[in-house]
């Protein structure tokens, strides 16, 4: 009942509503990433979604478009700007995924969508975390984020899309809050992402 009619309801709702109310950050980002990136503040990317189906994930640029001589991006760290490292250590580069979320690509609550390279090198197991929509926040997220394996962030997926629930959704949302207040779970190097997923990390 929860998982298939009351979840995509309070999905859409909150969305809804949380786009209503953030829309003067959202606007006041917005024309200042534009500003800064001379161009679009919007990131799109293809992404899996529920049952691996394709999406395109909006978030906030928070980096340049730079590369080296022989024209490749230069590494995520070069690129990072000074305003879009203050809107990720906040999450707000992660605001615009309310528009996914009323879409219907994404959920509040769920496993972060990943990128599609990293499906051949999942276990079969592991590819249960695509049985629900991808979320904004997660269980994975709330239980240690960039400071804890792959391996462990995949079991705690699996964990949600086993147990899901109202009350695991509610805590999650609880403990989120908190965990950017705090900014805790975020890789010590501030600027330094999480390593890429090789199967075995």
């Not at 024309?31 to 919007?42: H, R």
């Not at 779970?185 to 501030?190: F, H, I, K, S």
């Given at each position: 009942m929860?998982?298939?009619?009351?979840k995509?309801?309070i999905?859409f709702?909150?969305?809804l509503l949380g786009?209503?109310?953030?829309?003067?950050?959202?606007?006041f980002?917005g024309?200042?990433?534009?500003?800064?990136?001379?161009?679009?503040?919007?990131f799109?990317?293809?992404?899996?979604?529920?049952?691996?189906?394709?999406?395109?994930?909006?978030?906030?640029?928070?980096?340049?478009?730079?590369k080296?001589?022989?024209g490749?991006?230069?590494?995520?760290?070069?690129?990072?700007?000074?305003?879009?490292k203050?809107i990720r250590?906040?999450?707000?580069?992660?605001?615009?995924q309310?528009?996914?979320v009323?879409?219907?690509?994404?959920s509040?609550?769920?496993?972060?969508?990943l990128l599609?390279?990293?499906?051949?090198?999942?276990s079969?197991?592991?590819?249960?975390?695509?049985?629900v929509?991808?979320g904004?926040?997660g269980?994975?997220?709330?239980?240690?984020r960039?400071s804890?394996?792959?391996?462990?962030?995949?079991?705690?997926?699996?964990?949600?899309?086993?147990e899901?629930?109202?009350l695991?959704?509610?805590?999650?949302?609880?403990?989120?809050?908190?965990?950017?207040?705090?900014?805790e779970?975020?890789?010590?190097?501030?600027d330094?992402?999480?390593?890429?997923f090789?199967?075995?990390?």
């Open positions: 929860y998982k298939h009619f009351l995509p309801f999905d709702l909150v969305a786009l209503i109310c953030l829309s003067p950050v959202l606007i980002i024309i200042a990433l534009a500003f800064q990136n001379k161009g679009t503040p919007f799109f990317q293809t992404r899996p979604g529920k049952d691996q189906k394709a999406f395109q994930i909006i978030k906030f640029k928070t980096m340049t478009d730079e080296n001589a022989q490749n991006l230069l590494p995520d760290v070069e690129r990072v700007t000074k305003l879009g203050s250590k906040l999450s707000l580069d992660e605001l615009p309310l528009i996914n009323l879409k219907g690509d994404m509040l609550i769920g496993p972060r969508p599609f390279k990293y499906i051949p090198l999942f079969k197991e592991q590819l249960r975390r695509h049985e929509k991808p904004i926040t269980w994975a997220q709330v239980n240690g960039n804890i394996s792959w391996t462990r962030k995949f079991e705690l997926d699996i964990e949600y899309v086993k899901l629930n109202f695991l959704d509610i805590k999650i949302i609880y403990l989120t809050f908190f965990k950017v207040v705090k900014k779970g975020v890789n010590q190097q501030g330094r992402p999480m390593q890429p090789n199967g075995k990390n």
